[in-house]
């Protein structure tokens, strides 16, 4: 491992930190480094693998993929892509799908169909976006822009320009921020990055009835919290409201690199045209044989349910942390997406973890993040903890 890490310090950009710990395989909830040790992955590639690594079908899918197409361009048509479109329809209830290489990606693509379809409305380019502070949405230039967080913005400035931020969950500061000019309202369903915050139904609902009397996009982003993580398919199925534009990435295709930005059929017939917006690889037949055998094989294993009946045991054995150790302060979360609040940085922490086989992340400096697997069991619920206490007890 340690001339692996020394080549890569010599050839990679240094712009992660990363880890001393080279990656080889894995195998269902669990990853082995170069040495052969095995680790409990409670991260999933920051919650893109749902179905945990080498799940035979998903695999057995891929592979046949290769041996037909792998990539065409958005000159023709290819099957996997149609297909996966229509199954993003279905279980979104949503009408049209831009198939991306990435998150980041999906949000720049959302941007500009928000921009397009208040120019059409009005033929002015002034038009603004309000987003949340502590958001968190991507790292290219027009996701930085309605990122949330002044730490990431700073050196490249200017950005897109045009944007606002509010606070999550306060509903006044987003009225303050609305005037003639805006055009969307933009935010993560649940706050990845920024803490574990989810939305709540109060100032979803609030948004929502906003944005319908005054023609505004409410666009939310998805692509951390959804395909099943919080207990639906996208977390603001739960709120009794629908975006006019959504996101998604990381789990849609379960370890292959692909996004989507989705939309309803309203803003799909006022807003992109030909020659508006485009992409290489996006929707090429390889990244879209994932998605469509992701969504086939939750629907055949009715993953969504699993992740409904283990969420209340993960909370449970969570919130015994919290009552337990002083250091905790809260649990905050939604589903299989949770995190401890914790008076200090949890560097330290996540670094013994990794010493004692458990794989762990941070959302901010203090707050350790669980994006596991969505076919995680009980009994790595309970290994996960056990690693955890005996940090906590040294």
């Known amino acids: ?38 680790y409990l992955d409670f991260v999933s590639g920051i919650a893109v693998f749902a179905l945990g690594y080498h799940y035979k079908d998903y695999d057995d899918a891929l592979k046949a993929q290769i041996d037909k197409l792998m990539h065409t361009s958005n000159y023709y048509y290819n099957e996997p892509a149609v297909n996966a479109a229509e199954k993003i329809k279905e279980i979104s209830g949503m009408d049209r799908v831009f198939f991306t290489n990435s998150g980041a990606e999906a949000v720049e693509g959302a941007i500009k169909a928000a921009r397009k379809y208040a120019f059409n409305k009005d033929g002015k380019c002034d038009h603004e976006i309000i987003a949340m502070n502590h958001s968190f949405h991507g790292r290219t230039m027009g996701a930085l822009s309605v990122t949330g967080n002044t730490k990431y913005r700073e050196a490249f400035r200017p950005m897109i320009g045009n944007v606002e931020f509010a606070e999550m969950n306060d509903i006044d500061s987003v009225k303050a921020l609305i005037n003639d000019k805006t055009c969307a309202i933009m935010f993560e369903t649940v706050q990845g990055e920024g803490g574990i915050y989810p939305a709540t139904v109060e100032f979803m609902q609030e948004v929502r009835k906003i944005c319908d009397e005054k023609d505004i996009l409410l666009i939310l982003d998805e692509i951390q919290c959804g395909m099943g993580r919080t207990g639906s398919y996208f977390a603001w199925q739960q709120y009794g409201v629908k975006p006019d534009i959504m996101t998604c990435a990381k789990a849609l295709g379960g370890g292959v690199p692909v996004g989507a930005f989705v939309m309803t059929q309203k803003v799909a017939d006022n807003s992109l045209v030909a020659g508006d917006h485009g992409t290489t690889y996006g929707g090429n037949p390889f990244a879209c044989a994932a998605v469509c055998k992701m969504i086939d094989l939750f629907e055949e294993n009715n993953i969504i349910d699993h992740v409904n009946k283990i969420t209340p045991y993960f909370e449970k054995k ?77």
Do not use: W
């Open 318 to 394: 969570l919130d015994e942390l919290v009552e337990k150790y002083d250091y905790i302060t809260l649990r905050r979360g939604k589903g299989l997406m949770q995190g401890l609040v914790c008076k200090g940085p949890v560097s330290d922490i996540i670094a013994k973890a990794h010493e004692k086989g458990l794989i762990l992340i941070n959302a901010g400096s203090d707050i350790i993040r669980f994006v596991p697997s969505l076919i995680i069991e009980e009994e790595h619920i309970d290994k996960m903890i056990a690693i955890l206490e005996e940090i906590f007890e040294n």
């Open 1 to 38: 491992m340690k001339n692996i890490i020394e080549r890569g310090e010599a050839a990679l950009l240094h712009t992660y930190n990363r880890y001393q710990i080279v990656l080889d395989k894995g195998n269902g909830v669990y990853l082995y480094d170069k040495n052969g040790k095995e």
